[in-house]
């Protein structure tokens, strides 16, 4: 009978073993999948984060680019220094960045290199070139990125200021504009250049807001609002910003332009236009005088009058 018994018991551990098998291989699978699905969730989370500093650090890159132009444009309009190349506001902006990256979390590997900064086809923006790379530290997770960006050079919180004046004159910027006293009508090269005594001229690059520029000429009043407040326009004569920091008189990109009030009046006299009295002494022609108000006039050629609706 005992014989029996233990045959019986084994009989039972052998079916207790083998029904636990599959239970034990489902617990197996289990556990793999769970931990399977912490591993894809942990490196969700860390994608989402890395994408989320990527798109930060993009809007940085922005922020210096602006902050960059602000400041080198205003050293040199105040201090007269000499012109600055597109290469020296490149490297400019790569320590600042550079200077960021390593104060960034030490979680992540960051690197950026500003490749290329170029004149942009609207002249109000630069068009700026970068390669961007961020990991984690295992390079587990990773973003490479080859990205061009537009930046705008009119954010009023990082003002860009004209540098051609003082480049081209040595005036110097105090109290919110340049006053050329003799310096304009000494550059310019006319019998007429006494018009440009005393001038005075805000040099900050703002955006006409009349974006159909034939409408300056419907009113004696939208005109003025544009000399008051010194509003710069789209040109394709005129010079755009990293032509003006490099002191040029002649640009083969979209360009800008602006207008310089005279104080004298007479019938004729060096075109109002900054780009051409800026210009080297050879391109500087004559406009007829257009009466604005009593007190206002400016001379124009027959293309500026056209473009303005005068």
């Known amino acids: 009978m005992k014989i029996i018994k233990d045959e019986n018991a084994y009989i039972t551990s052998i079916l207790l073993l083998v029904m636990l098998i599959p239970v034990l291989l489902l617990l197996i699978v289990v556990i ?59 490297k400019h902006i790569q320590s600042k960045i550079d200077e960021y990256t390593l104060a960034m979390d030490n979680d992540y590997n960051m690197h950026c290199k500003i490749d290329e900064l170029n004149p942009a086809t609207d002249p109000f923006k630069i068009e700026i070139e970068y390669s961007l790379q961020i990991s984690t530290k295992d390079n587990k997770i990773s973003i490479i990125k080859n990205q061009r960006k537009l930046v705008e050079i009119t954010d009023k919180n990082y003002p860009v200021y004209d540098p051609l004046p003082t480049l081209k004159t040595g005036v110097i910027f105090r109290e919110g504009y340049v006053d050329y006293k003799n310096k304009l009508s000494e550059y310019v090269v006319s019998d007429t250049d006494d018009v440009y005594v005393n001038v005075k001229q805000h040099i900050i690059i703002r955006e006409c807001p009349i974006n159909n520029y034939i409408q300056h000429g419907n009113t004696n009043q939208s005109m003025m609002f544009c000399l008051n407040n010194h509003n710069y326009h789209d040109s394709h004569d005129g010079m755009c910003l990293l032509c003006r920091l490099e002191n040029s008189s002649s640009c083969n990109h979209q360009g800008l332009e602006t207008f310089i009030l005279p104080t004298k009046i007479f019938d004729a006299a060096p075109v109002s236009i900054d780009h051409v009295l800026l210009n080297d002494r050879n391109n500087q022609y004559t406009g007829n005088i257009m009466t604005i108000n009593n007190n206002t006039g400016i001379y124009l050629d027959n293309g500026h009058k056209k473009k303005y609706g005068l």
Do not use: G
């Open 32 to 90: 793999d999948q769970h931990s399977h699905d912490v591993n894809s969730t942990l490196d969700k989370l860390q994608s989402d984060k890395i994408k989320s500093i990527c798109s930060d650090f993009e809007e940085i890159i922005i922020t210096i680019t602006k902050e960059s132009l602000h400041n080198i444009t205003h050293e040199i309009v105040t201090s007269n220094r000499s012109k600055t190349t597109s290469d020296e506001i490149k």
